[in-house]
Every structure is written in structure tokens, then in C-alpha cells.
T-cell receptor
């Protein structure tokens, strides 16, 4: 089955700095790569996603890049703010019954004011 | 718009007891999922359902049972609770497939003594 590795497990930055979280996946048939943000005491919430036919996607201060050849994708947050502090999860999944969603172990992002 | 709800939000039980966690969604989404979240493991899929009366195992199904007699409900039952099942449980739904946004409930914190 699919294996998703996520790094780093903890990331501490100063307000205004950029943050980058990286994930690798094992199954080349995976074609959907979402990123979720989980605030304390809440369920994860989608912040951005990318499909395998796209190399990069941006939404204001966040962006995701995908390298299908290397099988890795990254989340980039620019001009970080204290409210960006949360746990971020990457995931990989695909079409068809065998490609159930597989999540990374999460990255705890701390943005210091 | 209630979205996706879980009950109870907190539960304490004893080893060997049967426990049922409830999940209800108001969007008529076809797919529903149960995850458990443990420190160091991220989100792991327990069971999923592609439609009413169709369920299948995820990554960690042992000790759990699910049913889906109605599209909007997807209860998870721990037949004989064990301490290793102490965790936070999240229910999620997606509209038509694995390859799209999952909407998560607020979670149920379960403690097995």
C-alpha cells in the first residue's frame, strides 16, 4: 500500500518568515495530494490540494508543489502569522478502490510573534 | 448547515465493554471514513464506506465494526474495548470519491481504562 513520509515533525519560525513542509509518497499511481490544517481540539480542515497533472498551485500565502518523478510534494507558507500555528498533514490518494487516503504523521508548526 | 457531527465528544469506558461512536453528515456525501489519531502516528484509516451498505477495511480495522444502513450515518463500534484503543477518533466524508476534499467531524476522545 501507499506510504507517506512527512518532515519535519516540528517546525518553529518567527512571524513573517516562510515555512516549508515536505512529504514523499511511494505509490506512483496516487494522483491526489491534499494538505490539511488541524487546530487544537478540532478536526483537520483542507487548506489546499493538488492533482498529479499540475506542478504547482497557489492560494494567497500558501502554495503546494508536486514533483511526480521524485514522488514528493511540499507545502509553502509565506509571511507566517501566529494564527498559522497548527498541525499540518499531507495525504496521498487516488482513483479506484485500492487507493485509500494515506496521511503523513503531521508537522506541528509554531509561529512565534 | 450542520455538516458532520460526532457523538459523544468525550467517552470514558472500561476494558471489555462495547462502545459505539456515532457519526452523522447532512450533505448526502457518498463516502464516509473513520480515522484514529495517535501521537506519532498521525491519522490512520480504520474503515471506510463508499455508499450505504458498502463498507471496507482500512489500515487498522482489528477490533472495530462499522455499519452503514443510511447514507448519512456511519457508526463505529468497539466490540470489546482495549486500552490500545484509547485515541481520538475522527469521522470524515467526501462527496463522491477518495480523490477529493474530506470534511472532518470534531472528533471523539475515547479513554479506555
Amino acid at each position: 500500500g501507499e506510504n507517506v513520509e512527512q518532515h519535519p515533525s516540528t517546525l518553529s519560525v518567527q512571524e513573517g518568515d516562510s515555512a516549508v513542509i515536505k512529504c514523499t509518497y511511494s505509490d506512483s499511481a496516487s494522483n491526489y495530494f491534499p494538505w490539511y490544517k488541524q487546530e487544537l481540539g478540532k478536526g483537520p480542515q483542507l487548506i489546499i490540494d493538488i492533482r498529479s497533472n499540475v506542478g504547482e498551485k497557489k492560494d494567497q500565502r500558501i502554495a503546494v508543489t508536486l514533483n511526480k518523478t521524485a514522488k514528493h510534494f511540499s507545502l509553502h507558507i509565506t509571511e507566517t502569522q501566529p494564527e498559522d500555528s497548527a498541525v499540518y498533514f499531507c495525504a496521498a490518494s487516488g482513483a479506484g478502490g485500492s487507493y485509500i487516503p494515506t496521511f503523513g504523521r503531521g508537522t506541528s508548526l509554531i509561529v512565534h510573534p | 448547515d450542520a455538516g458532520i457531527t460526532q457523538s459523544p465528544r468525550y467517552k470514558i469506558t472500561e476494558t471489555g465493554r462495547q462502545v459505539t461512536l456515532m457519526c452523522h453528515q447532512t450533505w448526502s456525501h457518498s463516502y464516509m471514513f473513520w480515522y484514529r489519531q495517535d501521537l506519532g502516528h498521525g491519522l490512520r484509516l480504520i474503515y471506510y464506506s463508499a455508499a450505504a451498505d458498502i463498507t471496507d477495511k482500512g489500515e487498522v480495522p482489528d477490533g472495530y465494526v462499522v455499519s452503514r444502513s443510511k447514507t448519512e450515518n456511519f457508526p463505529l463500534t468497539l466490540e470489546s474495548a482495549t486500552r490500545s484503543q484509547t485515541s481520538v477518533y475522527f469521522c470524515a466524508s467526501s462527496k463522491t470519491s477518495f480523490s477529493e476534499t474530506q470534511y472532518f467531524g470534531p472528533g471523539t476522545r475515547l479513554l479506555v481504562l
